[in-house]
T-cell receptor, first 112, second 116 residues
Framework: DVKVTQSSRYLVKRTGEKVFLECVQD?????MFWYRQDPGLGLRLIYF???????EKGDIPEGYSVSREKKERFSLILESASTNQTSMYLC???????????FGPGTRLTVT | DQQVKQNSPSLSVQEGRISILNCDYT??????FLWYKKYPAEGPTFLIS?????DKNEDGRFTVFLNKSAKHLSLHIVPSQPGDSAVYFC???????????????FGKGTLLTVNP
């Protein structure tokens, strides 16, 4: 079974703090993704990485950066957290083919 | 511009009956479609997918139908069970679109409630 793990299930941070969200997959998947899920907005893609050290902006990259130094690990960074970044953050991974993405359990981030 | 639309935010059905979840898309480049199920406080779980070369794909109680001319797909769950109660997301991919083929575009989701 594919396993995607995220470093925290719940996180509370203050405005202006630097926040790191870590994601690890154990299935040697090439592609990894970061989404946020908000009520009424569905899942929106923040960034994705199609290979180690490669990254591309998704639909809502503003205020975020990412790092992928190793194949199994993909980090999402909030340089200066703001209250509008309070959300559920979901990491996913997949092989190049097939196209199904496998998701981690999510991190509920609250910025106060 | 919402390229994948799930126009029903919620659906309620009786246990044992059929649940039909609908999804429409606007991007004619989409050629691969997926359904995910999501319980509260968990990540989405892949359910079933369909390629545009097919019009139906079946997996146990779950069947996905694709109508390319109408740019419409639906997920049928028969029979519905209380454990099926969750948010269902439709997603689409343009697999022949070069750099974009990594991406899934998701709908906003439909909350299915199956009543005992």
């Amino acid at each position: 079974d594919v396993k995607v793990t995220q470093s925290s299930r719940y996180l509370v941070k203050r405005t202006g703090e630097k926040v790191f969200l870590e994601c690890v997959q154990d299935m040697d998947h090439e592609n990894m993704f970061w989404y946020r899920q908000d009520p009424g907005l569905g899942l929106r893609l923040i960034y994705f990485s199609y290979d180690v050290k490669m990254k591309e902006k998704g639909d809502i990259p503003e205020g975020y950066s990412v790092s992928r130094e190793k194949k199994e690990r993909f980090s999402l960074i909030l340089e200066s957290a703001s209250t509008n970044q309070t959300s559920m953050y979901l990491c996913a991974s997949r092989r190049r083919l097939p196209y199904e993405q496998y998701f981690g359990p999510g991190t509920r981030l609250t910025v106060t | 511009d919402q390229q994948v639309k799930q126009n029903s935010p919620s659906l309620s059905v009786q246990e044992g009956r059929i649940s039909i979840l609908n999804c429409d898309y606007t991007n004619s480049m989409f050629d691969y479609f997926l359904w995910y199920k999501k319980y509260p406080a968990e990540g989405p779980t892949f359910l079933i997918s369909i390629s545009s070369i097919k019009d139906k794909n079946e997996d146990g109680r779950f069947t996905v139908f694709l109508n390319k001319s109408a740019k419409h797909l639906s997920l049928h769950i028969v029979p519905s069970q209380p454990g099926d109660s969750a948010v269902y997301f439709c997603a689409a991919s343009a697999t022949r679109s070069g750099g974009s083929n990594y991406k899934l575009t998701f709908g906003k989701g439909t909350l299915l409630t199956v009543n005992p």
